[in-house]
């Protein structure tokens, strides 16, 4: 229920020392797309022999194929499995090829069907309107309380395809959810979710989740901070 802010010169080393570590363990790990994270996985791929017997799973996806510059895959593709090699762990793509409801149908079940985890660490972007995985301001998905996965036919910030996106409900499965955001385009929509006046809003749906989950870090740097009152970061 609470919501912990780590503003950091290097919130990249930081997310990939707890990648390592959840990967170390066997964990179950929920990758984010976008292009903030590029730096903390190939980070964490340098840790090689911590991934193995690992499991990774995608918080959203592009309705795109995997080798499409938009793939939130090739973008975890390139900067991790590929360092990993032959790395004994299980990737549990989501396949935004098929399209949005077959796309969510399929990895509802595959959730389904692993139980569905708790997921050990589950990383978040953000969107400069507060956007989490592909559950974008005002949308219906933001109070899907049934179903794990939906598919999103309009996705409210660029790129403007298709996506297929875990729901609230998937997200807060999640022992330890942890945002990764940098840069000044970040800081209204940080001070928004996250900042002392910060009120659950599905205008803002990152601001929705600090009270229907457990724990939420939010590691960013100072200039994505630089609206929240100095003395409300720890
Ligand atoms: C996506 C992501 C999305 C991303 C934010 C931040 O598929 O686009 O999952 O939620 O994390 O849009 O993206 P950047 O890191 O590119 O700013």
Same mark, same amino acid.
């Given at each position: $229920?609470?919501?912990?802010?780590?503003?950091?010169?290097?919130?990249?080393?930081?997310?990939?020392?707890?990648?390592?570590?959840?990967?170390?363990?066997?964990?179950?790990?929920?990758?984010?797309?976008?292009?903030?994270?590029?730096?903390?996985?190939?980070?964490?791929?340098?840790? #090689?022999?911590?991934?193995?017997?690992?499991?990774?799973?995608?918080?959203?996806? #592009?309705?795109?194929?995997?080798?499409?510059?938009?793939?939130?895959?090739?973008?975890?593709?390139?900067?991790?499995?590929? #360092?990993?090699?032959?790395?004994?762990?299980?990737?549990?793509? $989501?396949?935004?090829?098929?399209?949005?409801?077959?796309?969510?149908?399929?990895?509802?079940?595959?959730?389904?069907?692993?139980? +569905? +985890?708790?997921?050990?660490?589950?990383?978040?972007?953000?969107?400069?309107?507060?956007?989490?995985?592909?559950?974008?301001?005002?949308?219906?998905?933001?109070?899907?309380?049934?179903?794990?996965?939906?598919?999103?036919?309009?996705?409210?910030?660029? &790129?403007?395809?298709?996506?297929?996106? $875990?729901?609230?409900?998937?997200?807060?499965?999640?022992?330890?959810?942890?945002?990764?955001?940098?840069?000044?385009?970040?800081?209204?929509?940080?001070?928004?979710?996250?900042? +002392?006046?910060?009120?659950?809003?599905?205008?803002? &749906?990152?601001?929705?989740?600090?009270?229907?989950?457990?724990?939420?870090?939010?590691?960013?740097?100072?200039?994505?901070?630089? #609206?929240?009152?100095?003395?409300?970061?720890?």
């Amino acid at each position: $229920m609470s919501v912990r802010l780590d503003v950091l010169a290097d919130p990249a080393a930081t997310c990939a020392e707890l990648m390592v570590s959840t990967a170390q363990a066997g964990g179950h790990i929920v990758l984010t797309g976008g292009s903030t994270p590029r730096d903390a996985y190939q980070r964490a791929a340098d840790s #090689r022999d911590a991934w193995t017997g690992a499991t990774l799973w995608f918080g959203d996806e #592009r309705c795109v194929p995997p080798d499409d510059d938009l793939s939130n895959f090739k973008l975890a593709d390139e900067a991790l499995f590929k #360092r990993l090699g032959d790395v004994r762990l299980t990737v549990h793509r $989501m396949r935004g090829e098929l399209g949005p409801a077959a796309g969510a149908d399929e990895y509802e079940r595959e959730l389904l069907d692993a139980g +569905p +985890p708790r997921f050990d660490l589950l990383l978040l972007g953000l969107g400069p309107d507060a956007h989490i995985a592909s559950l974008f301001p005002d949308q219906e998905s933001l109070s899907e309380r049934s179903r794990l996965v939906v598919g999103v036919e309009q996705a409210g910030l660029e &790129p403007f395809v298709p996506r297929v996106s $875990m729901t609230l409900k998937a997200l807060t499965l999640a022992r330890s959810i942890v945002f990764l955001v940098a840069g000044e385009s970040k800081a209204d929509a940080v001070a928004a979710a996250f900042g +002392p006046d910060a009120q659950p809003d599905p205008h803002f &749906p990152a601001s929705l989740l600090p009270s229907l989950a457990g724990e939420v870090t939010v590691l960013l740097d100072e200039a994505a901070a630089s #609206r929240i009152p100095a003395g409300e970061t720890p």
